[in-house]
């Protein structure tokens, strides 16, 4: 294998008890938004939360990841996935990309399909800019059924 491509997950707060199992089991397996690093080596050098709206964790963490070596920092699929979808999350893409130079992606494992049926049912993604904002995510019917 090459290079290790080094990378940060930054979680919503809401879920800030969440141990990654769904994000960790992605990149180990390469789905969702870790399709991306298929036949790479990956490295975790940060896992934290943004500290709650409006995101005051995320000048720090941001630093302190680039600072780990992270080449790239996923925004977590429940950034996308909660009710309601992060406010910040553009502001908090933009920011991070801009101020530390670094690589940021949308999303962390595929969706869940519960999460999927009621997004449905709410309209929540129903305008057009949703579509590549979850692309990464969105997976097959069984795959995200397997992220219940």
Not at 11 to 28: T, V
């Amino acid at each position: 294998m090459g290079d290790v491509k080094k990378i940060g997950i930054i979680i919503c707060d809401r879920y800030r008890r969440c141990a990654g199992g769904k994000c960790l089991r992605a990149m180990q397996n390469r789905e969702g938004a870790f399709t991306q690093y298929a036949g790479e080596e990956v490295e975790l050098v940060g896992y934290t939360t943004c500290e709650g709206c409006p995101g005051g964790n995320i000048e720090y963490t941001g630093e302190e990841m680039v600072k780990n070596g992270a080449q790239v920092i996923h925004l977590a699929t429940g950034l996308l996935v909660g009710y309601p979808p992060c406010p910040y999350i553009d502001t908090f893409k933009d920011f991070l990309e801009k101020r530390y130079g670094v690589q940021v992606v949308l999303g962390t494992h595929p969706i869940p399909e519960k999460y999927l049926e009621m997004h449905s049912q709410l309209g929540t993604w129903d305008e057009p800019e949703w579509e590549s904002k979850l692309a990464e995510v969105m997976a097959d019917e069984d795959t995200r059924k397997a992220y219940n």
